[in-house]
């Protein structure tokens, strides 16, 4: 287990990153460590990198100081990548080669163990509940337990997915203890929707199609789509899980287009098909209920490609 206030020991200038389409996991994990090496390291400059999360997560704190335009700098002396590989932080992936030591912290059974200083479980439902461990509980308070949990929530889908283990209810359990308004935190960062939002959810719904005898369905937002209504990948969220609540669904996609013959897919699937190992056939990664990857081709070529997959997966079944 890697001692983070041993690694840091010394260190001026810290960073922190996580993925790219930062998600309430990424966010959590990266404002609590740094909220956390901030209280442990009053000396140290420690900036979190990442992608201009949404705002539906503003009431962290440090969310209005993190740093989404990459500056370059000249050296930095740790480095630490949260959520995922370093290779997928998008503009903060240059950090790691000017950092003199870089620490990765995940729970992606994709990651193998991306740097000599990593800790990844993918048994973990979520990278708050790997981080909660290697963070000393004395140091911990009101503000770094509403992160963590935020982070949990949100990887769990409110301690529902399959990846809620004994252990996260525990690990929630110890953190609301800290007296945060966490019934608010749910509805407000979970379930909550604009109207836009709401709109968005319910036309990919409408236009879905099932396919593989009904177990499978997909729904898609093409680019003339999302210029029309305005919207972004922050406003996805939440449409591929009420795709799989659909009875008999053993496998959702909700596929969203990013360019032209390229789609975003995201898939979430029951215990017959695992979505890690089919995403990360395409180059993806994720877990084994809940994984995503892109993909290059028409639509129909795209659905063909995960459908010779899925239906491998299905046999074996």
């Not at 996260?168 to 939002?197: H, N, S, V, W």
């Amino acid at each position: 287990m890697i001692d983070i206030l041993k690694e840091c020991e010394g260190a001026k200038k810290i960073g922190i990153s996580g993925h790219v389409r930062p998600d309430g996991d990424c966010v959590g994990s990266t404002l609590a460590l740094q909220m956390y090496l901030r209280k442990c390291l009053p000396d140290a400059e420690i900036t979190v990198y990442l992608e201009q999360p949404p705002e539906i997560f503003c009431e962290i704190v440090g969310f209005n100081a993190i740093n989404s335009e990459f500056p370059d700098v000249e050296e930095m002396d740790v480095f630490f990548v949260l959520d995922c590989m370093p290779d997928r932080t998008g503009g903060a992936a240059k950090y790691e080669t000017i950092a003199k030591k870089t620490i990765n912290i995940d729970h992606h059974m994709s990651n193998p163990g991306s740097t000599p200083l990593s800790v990844v479980k993918p048994e973990a439902g979520s990278c708050c509940e790997v981080l909660m461990d290697l963070l000393k509980e004395e140091k911990l308070d009101k503000d770094i337990a509403m992160s963590l949990y935020i982070g949990i929530i949100h990887d769990t889908g409110v301690f529902q997915y399959s990846c809620t283990s004994p252990d996260t209810m525990m690990k929630g359990a110890k953190l609301i203890a800290y007296g945060f308004d966490y019934p608010r935190l749910i509805q407000e960062t979970f379930y909550q929707k604009t109207y836009m939002q709401t709109q968005i959810m319910g036309r990919v719904l409408m236009e879905s199609v099932r396919f593989m005898d009904g177990k499978c369905i997909v729904g898609l937002l093409d680019k003339k789509t999302q210029e029309f209504y305005n919207v972004t990948p922050k406003d996805f969220d939440g449409i591929v899980n009420q795709l799989r609540n659909i009875k008999g669904i053993s496998c959702a996609i909700f596929m969203y287009q990013t360019d032209v013959l390229e789609y975003k897919a995201s898939l979430r699937t029951d215990e017959t098909i695992n979505a890690a190992a089919i995403s990360t056939y395409f180059g993806g990664g994720g877990h084994a209920r809940a994984a995503g990857c892109t993909l290059q081709g028409t639509f129909y070529d795209c659905i063909n490609n995960l459908s010779a997959q899925i239906e491998k997966q299905l046999e074996k079944a």
